[in-house]
């Protein structure tokens, strides 16, 4: 699953205001609403209720809320780059400051658990988040996500 089949220039956000989780996914919820053309609300439910389950804020001030919506006909990401770290309860106490949200049909299946692999090599990347973290423009942020993973294996 390549980044450029999940993220479009618009669905990239280089400085997203929030002083908070819920906030950061309020925000994340409403902006991948006009993006996927979905309710607001469900999507807010669908990733509060994936945090119950256990933080997504995997660690390196990265978080990557994920969850699935029956009404969805396909994979979407947003990408986000907050203003200022927040505390996500991460898994190692740090504040995230980078964020890939990405949400899937009920029917994705393996598709869903390849795109959060994706996702996940990407960010996992020191150098590639060194980038990310050194731009506040969203063209800029978008063509180093669509680059920087257009050479790796899926």
Same mark, same amino acid.
């Given at each position: ?18 002083? $908070? ?23 807010? $439910? ?104 257009? $050479?790796?294996?899926?």
């Amino acid at each position: 699953m390549e980044i450029a089949k999940l993220l479009t220039p618009q669905s990239v956000i280089a400085k997203l205001r929030a002083t $908070s989780k819920k906030q950061a996914l309020q925000e994340l919820a409403r902006r991948s609403a006009e993006i996927s053309g979905q309710s607001e609300r469900a999507i807010f $439910s669908t990733l509060m209720k994936r945090e119950r389950l256990g933080t997504t804020g995997v660690g390196n001030g990265i978080a990557i809320p994920h969850g699935k919506l029956a009404t969805l006909d396909r994979l979407y990401g947003l990408f986000a780059r907050l203003e200022h770290p927040v505390d996500f309860d991460a898994i190692d106490d740090r504040p995230v400051d980078l964020i890939f949200l990405l949400l899937a049909p009920e029917s994705a299946g393996a598709d869903h658990l390849k795109a959060l692999a994706r996702v996940s090599r990407l960010l996992r990347d020191k150098a590639a988040c060194e980038k990310l973290r050194g731009t506040d423009d969203s063209e800029a942020l978008y063509a180093l996500l669509v680059d920087t993973t257009a $050479s790796w294996a899926a």
